[in-house]
């Protein structure tokens, strides 16, 4: 089959899986036009009764299409309804918009005998290659989520797609890591435009050069030809910045509750969750590179040692890997366990201690309670944090509307941290470019009171490390 050639307005049919996970994709295809199937609504009114995001984003649908009804006449229903005139985000960038257009007639089904039965998605086949005939002059796209369907559309000569609209990069591998590696000439060529001073015991410099233009704020600076020179980036101003030497937490002489840094990447890591100056901490890394030990360990020191913050706020979202376990009994908290494994895990491990006894163990364990809360992601809409040291564990697993739910929780003096790994995703529908996790750290690397950092080497054990690199 020779591959159509793609040119000009286009006709996109609409999965339902795709208004469920983006309920703005209606207005995510600029000038081309849209088409909903009748079985497509029909499905939408299934899906839109109970309180989840699903739920709510199939309501949030229908109340789009009401709005752009009006006063809608039959006649301007079968021309199809312009995308434009509701109270979308975007309302600037709505004008030279497409057509809503909807299925008014009975379409004869063009199905080969090869997909017997009368599914929802061989309805939606059926619906493209019947367009396909009625507008030869104009490519039709099925578009969704579902891979199963997109492969059946293209056996069947339809062009299918993925939504793309809602993904944050192209390549994972794009994802801003945090760090900057200088080149080996970068003292030769800025040493004359260079300021240093030293302020409470902390050193700072003031770089000016083009090279400036490519940092954000909160990035970390090294050089692998100069082990000793790690810098964070206080402040960047057109070619201008202001960059500070930050604390080497891989000696004995600091420590955080009893934890050193054994890498590079973790030594960053712990400058970025003992800062009180960043507010939003996001962490992405493979299993065992010391994300969840090194956050709970910020959280303790600051929590416990310098009252910086009230108690540690600890939640994830409830994915399962393997199959459902069922209704949990208890409280809030007895309910979250068996999900707060690691944490719970790596807790133990930075609370053990063999002086006091047993009764000083049980008074360790009677502290942490007190002032180490688990809290369930279904109950955190119109709750305000003051003063907590919230963290965040698997955000990879979280839509980026879930995330925004999480991180506006925070109130004054409220420190969010976010941990994860891209590459172990679990919700359907999400991938490595659009999770909730990729998110925030494109979105947050702009700003002077967050920060990031991608770990890369495992410090679990050497059976962990040669099973994630062999397995």
Known sequence: MVKKEIHGKRLFVLDTNVLMHDPTALFRFKEHDIYLPMVVLEELDRGKKGISEVARNVRQVSRFIDELMGDARQEDITRGLPLTGVGFADQADLNGRGRLLFQTHAMASRLPDTLPGNTPDHTILGTALTLQQERPDQCVTLVSKDINLRIKATVLGIHAED??????????????AGTHELPPDFWDSHVKAMDSWQESGRTFYRITGPITEQWHPSQFLYRTDEPTFLAMVRQVKTSTAVVEMVRDYTGPRHTVWGINARNREQNFALNLLMDPEVDFVSLVGAAGTGKTLLTLAAGL????????????????????????????PGTEEEKMAPWMGALMDNLEVLTQSDSGGDWGRAATQELLKSRVKIRSLNFMRGRTFLNRYVILDEAQNLTPKQMKTLITRAGPGTKVVCLGNVGQIDTPYLTETNSGLTFVVDRFKHWEHSGHITLQRGERSRLADFASTNL
């Open 301 to 328: 020191a600051q929590t416990l040692e310098e009252n910086l913050y009230k108690e540690i706020i600890m939640t994830r979202v409830t994915v399962p890997v393997g199959e459902d376990i069922g209704f949990l």
């Open 163 to 176: 939504y793309y609209n809602d993904q944050v990069l192209d390549d994972v591998n794009l994802l801003y």
